[in-house]
Structure formats: C-alpha cells, structure tokens
C-alpha cells in the first residue's frame, strides 16, 4: 500500500511563494504521473499541475507561468513550485500519484495542505 506525506502549506501575502512536496513511500510498483490538485470549499476538485514518469508537464491555464511541477524519480517526490501567488490560488492542495500494477492502475492521494494567500 502506497502512502503519501505532504508537506509545506501555509499563509502567504499575495505575490509571495510556496513549494509543496510529496512524498511517495511503500510502493512495490511503478509509479507514471504525480501531479497536484486543489479544492476551494463548495467547488469542484481541479488538476493544478501534472508531470508523467517521462518529465512531460501539464499545467491548469490559471497557473502557467506561475506554477513549476517537479519531481524527483529516485525519491519519488513530486514538488509543486508556486511563484507570484494569488488570493484566488487559495485552496486545499493534493498531491497524486498513479501507480501502475502491471494490468491496471491505482490512484492515490495525499491528505491534502492548506495553502492560503492572503491580499
């Protein structure tokens, strides 16, 4: 059973940066995407940031430029660089990750880091 720990949330004034990081431990399988979700209260889930095994990167439109996902394949850590921050990119953030089991693959999230911006 894969576990992921989060780390690195909190309050920040507007403008200012943060770094997530996650890491992923007890994996027996490979492990393809990591990336970065986020909720706001009352709204749906959407994908932040996401990086495959091979380094691609994707980013939501409201954080390119802004945002750099990363991740480090010997640790399997997966860090979400957040740059120039806004009150509106306050929200919960979750890390994710696929592991692939060799004829499926399973899903997994992190418990989730407050990030909070301030005006």
């Known amino acids: 059973q894969l576990g992921l720990v989060e780390s690195g949330g909190g309050l920040v004034q507007a403008g200012g940066s943060l770094r997530l990081s996650c890491a992923a431990s007890g994996s027996m399988f490979s492990i393809n995407d990591m990336g970065w979700d986020r909720q706001v209260p009352g709204k749906q889930r959407e994908l932040v940031a996401l990086i495959t095994s091979g380094g691609s990167t994707n980013y939501a439109d409201s954080v390119k430029g802004r945002f750099t996902i990363s991740r480090d394949n010997a640790k399997n850590t997966v860090y979400l660089q957040m740059n120039s921050l806004k009150p509106e990119d306050t929200a919960v953030y979750y890390c994710?990750?696929?592991?692939?089991?060799?004829?499926?693959?399973?899903?997994?999230w992190g418990q989730g880091t407050q990030v909070t911006v301030s005006s």
């Open positions: 994710n990750v696929d592991e692939f089991r060799g004829s499926y693959h399973k899903n997994y």
